[in-house]
């Protein structure tokens, strides 16, 4: 298929690079194409940025059946513009179609409509320490109709927002409090595929947890550990790296891949398993528990400074980031940044 595209004929003025909120402003283009049952995808097109038409009794709107991506390009030191390993997004969009019951998309096709729209827009990346270009793919079930079934008709997008350092004053670990009423996902359900609705339903214990004075929510099914906020979690105990396995209610994350390589690369094997929130306060207690972090690609590394689990309140290395989660966001983002050499072939270049 051949991608038409339509330049814009009133380029935006770009944002102050020091100053950029996350997904608020978009770049001249986005990709759209679209989906019959019968016909396959098909119409891919690159357009100004701007609305969409539809209708009130869009299905996606009624039943949530949407799925999306999220990714970065980086520009490196000699303003090359370069992806993280983006066919592991694509593969990932995949999965979370086929539990959402929508239609696969051509990987490779749309890993080179993501190459087309960014290289188009890549003035847009933007240069600044910490710094990129966000790119959000996402998919969206079109059919008009309020009957509870699948939709017939879909439509694949990609829209691209500079965003600003994550940490703008540095790292500082955060503290998370435990939830122990609400859940996000359990096996069976939709916890690994990226679909819209899973973030619906976890908006109210964010909530809860900002009130209470904290950053982010940990997850639990039971009494095992699942995520932290929309981040995989890592825990260093008496020197082993152990990891929740990947059991259905869990995002299998590009980061968490990433890092689990990189720490084998380095002799550190990471233990996926079975952990509960019971074993790591326990490790705590007999001044085990060394570090904790989330990964996820808006944040890298995100260092757990401290835990509240129903009022028992425990500090993790003195709340202070650890030297491995330390060393980890620097390999990782030296990687992705083109700072450093990239001895697994993750980086892909546009
Ligand atoms: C996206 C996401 C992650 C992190 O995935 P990355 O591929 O590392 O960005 C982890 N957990 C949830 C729930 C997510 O939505």
């Known amino acids: 298929m051949e991608i038409r595209i339509e330049k814009t004929k009133n380029p ?14 978009f770049t001249d283009h986005m990709f759209i194409m679209d989906y019959e049952e019968g016909k396959g995808w098909y119409d891919p097109r690159i357009v100004p940025f701007g609305p969409i038409e539809v209708l009130p009794s869009l299905s996606t709107f009624h039943y949530g059946q949407a799925v999306f991506e ?28 086929e539990r959402m019951c929508m239609p696969p998309i ?19 990346v933007p240069a600044a320490e910490g710094t990129a270009l966000y790119i959000r793919p996402f998919i969206i079930a079109t059919d008009p109709v309020l009957r509870l079934k699948p939709s017939s008709s879909y439509k694949f997008m990609i829209i691209l927002s500079p965003v600003g350092a994550y940490y703008p004053q540095g790292i500082n670990p955060v503290d998370i409090y435990v939830e122990t009423e609400y859940v996000r996902a359990v096996p069976g359900g939709t916890g690994y595929a990226k679909a819209s609705a899973n973030y ?9 947890a900002e009130e209470k004075g904290y950053v982010q929510v940990l997850w639990l099914n039971g009494n095992y550990v699942q995520e932290v906020g929309s981040m995989n979690v890592f825990f260093k105990i008496a020197g082993e790296i152990i990891t929740p396995e990947l059991d259905g209610s869990i995002l299998p994350g590009v980061t968490r891949d990433s890092v689990i390589k990189l720490l084998q690369s380095w002799d550190l094997p990471v233990v996926e398993r079975k952990i509960t929130i019971d074993e790591i306060y326990e ?12 990964t996820g690609t808006a ?9 509240d689990w129903q009022g028992r309140i425990i500090k993790i290395n003195e709340g202070k ?7 980890i966001y620097d390999t990782l983002t030296g990687i992705q940044t083109g700072k450093i050499e990239d001895p697994f072939g993750w980086v892909v270049e546009i």
């Not at 999220?70 to 979370?96: H, I, T």
């Open 106 to 124: 051509d990987e490779e096709f749309c890993l080179e409509a993501i190459k087309t729209l960014v290289d188009l827009d890549r003035d847009w």
């Open 321 to 327: 980031m650890g030297e491995l989660s330390a060393k």
């Open 70 to 97: 999220g990714m970065k390009a980086y520009k490196n030191p000699d303003g090359k513009v370069l992806l993280f390993r983006p066919e592991e997004n694509m593969k990932r969009l995949n999965q979370s179609n």
């Open 200 to 208: 619906a339903a976890s908006m109210i214990a964010q909530a809860k």
């Open 299 to 307: 944040a890298v590394i995100s260092p757990v400074g401290g835990l």
């Open 12 to 25: 935006k003025i770009k944002p102050d690079e020091d100053n950029l909120a996350f997904g608020k402003i």
């Open 283 to 294: 490790a705590a207690e007999a001044g085990q528990l060394e570090e904790a972090f989330g």
